[in-house]
């Protein structure tokens, strides 16, 4: 394997472990599940299935044991009946160019969409200081954080924490409300964002709550 990934990155490339979950002999991934020399993960494949949502839960549970590995988003379309870009990852980035894109991927300044309809912005902050997708806000373990998350294009969803409580207490709103929570945070808190397709029935949202340390935001 290393040979490979060598070669990928002496190319300008990232070595990505795609659909390591898929339940297919000789298509999901075998070579260890800490995902040891790999730049990313294909945390979202094409339309939303159980594999997608198990490959999220097991990365999610590596970002809160300490490792981060930076997440991406394909269609891997097949045929006319997948179409591509679902899913799909957008690249904050200083330049439309490649190697901009791929250090900002490696930095993991990404997060996923089912469609380029999708907007978000995403902001944790404490004081002067801030940090959004991929950056690390150092905090102490009794820090307030406040955390802002603006979606659009998504109309009648609700935003939800990976982490408890599974969902925020929020309420239904209308207009372009952004949602907001302030919560406690560990030291040097790393966390990165992504969307995944679904929720429930409410435009907009607004909250301002408290949860446990472990904690980070999956759309």
Known sequence: MTR????????????????PWVPIPGTKWDFGYDYAGMDA?????G?????????????????VAGQFIP???????HGVN??????????????????AVIAAVKA?????????AVGLTFTASVGDRSASCGDRLAVGPETVVDVVLDVTGVPGAWPRSSARPARWPARSVT????????????????????????????PRCSTRSRASPDWRWWH
């Open 4 to 19: 490979f990934t060598d070669r990928v990155r002496s190319l300008g490339g990232l070595a990505i472990v795609c659909h």
């Open 41 to 45: 993960i294909e945390l979202w494949n």
């Open 47 to 63: 339309p939303w299935t159980l594999d997608d949502n198990h490959c999220v839960e097991h990365w999610h549970s590596l970002l």
């Open 71 to 77: 997440g991406v988003g394909s269609s891997d379309s």
């Open 82 to 99: 997948q179409p591509v870009g679902l899913a799909q990852t957008i690249v904050r980035a200083p330049a439309l160019s490649a190697p």
């Open 108 to 116: 993991g300044h990404s997060w996923l969409a089912e469609s380029s």
């Open 175 to 202: 207009g372009t409300v952004p949602c907001v929570s302030r919560r406690r945070c560990p030291p040097d808190w790393h966390r990165s964002c992504g969307r995944r397709y679904a929720a429930s029935t409410a």
